[in-house]
T-cell receptor, first 117, second 113 residues
């Protein structure tokens, strides 16, 4: 079974440009999460999708970040325009809700390392 | 404000030794405490997890100790091996709130042969 897949693995862009990150969750996982780790800091939650709906986007830093999950399958995270402080590793994870309030483990992708110069 | 504090930031241990990583949390609503292991170039992978109704959980060489009253939990790696060299993250979540994970800052563990 394929795990969580993220594209691209690395991206280097100039300040002001646009970048789109993609995440393909494990098939059948309704719950999809985006996280970010800025250099030397903890991994921080960005947002949570349940199928195509945004369940919780409390961690999104500002309106330059837009996440979508059309059709409830893969998700994209667009940063427009990118700023220097957006550099970091962006992780996607997916999990399944077994029963109400109990989830399977969250499986993480390998991450996208974004460098804004 | 960091809700989950992890220490130490880095750790060097000899092969066969014990690695101990500690975490403390603030939010008493957390009810799920996983530990993740991450190798360079890979994403975090679940190592072991505990719920607050037990004080200890052991899986092979890895043990979580949980102290609910102190709001602390720790990971012990017994008989540490060079292959255990990785970054370890503690995390916490409130499952009813969608399993959103709050992570500690991470600990880089180096096991010397």
């Amino acid at each position: 079974e394929a795990g969580v897949t993220q594209f691209p693995s690395h991206s280097v862009i100039e300040k002001g440009q646009t970048v789109t990150l993609r995440c393909d969750p494990i098939s059948g996982h309704d719950n999809l999460y985006w996280y970010r780790r800025v250099m030397g800091k903890e991994i921080k939650f960005l947002l949570h999708f349940v199928k195509e709906s945004k369940q919780d986007e409390s961690g999104m830093p500002n309106n330059r970040f837009l996440a979508e999950r059309t059709g409830g399958t893969y998700s994209t995270l667009k940063v427009q325009p990118a700023e220097l402080e957006d550099s970091g590793v962006y992780f996607c994870a997916s999990s399944q809700e077994r029963d109400r309030g109990r989830f399977t483990e969250a499986f993480f992708g390998q991450g996208t390392r974004l460098t804004v110069v | 404000q960091q809700q989950v504090k992890q220490s130490p930031q880095s750790l060097i241990v000899q092969k066969g030794g014990i690695s101990i990583i500690n975490c403390a949390y603030e939010n008493t609503a957390f009810d799920y405490f996983p530990w993740y292991q991450q190798f360079p170039g890979k994403g975090p992978a679940l190592l072991i997890a505990i719920r607050p109704d037990v004080s200890e959980k052991k899986e092979g060489r890895f043990t979580i100790s949980f102290n609910k009253s102190a709001k602390q939990f720790s990971l012990h790696i017994m008989d540490s091996q060079p292959g255990d060299s990785a970054t370890y993250f503690c995390a916490a979540s409130k499952q009813a709130a969608g399993n959103k994970l709050t992570f500690g800052g991470g600990t880089r563990v180096l096991v010397k042969p």
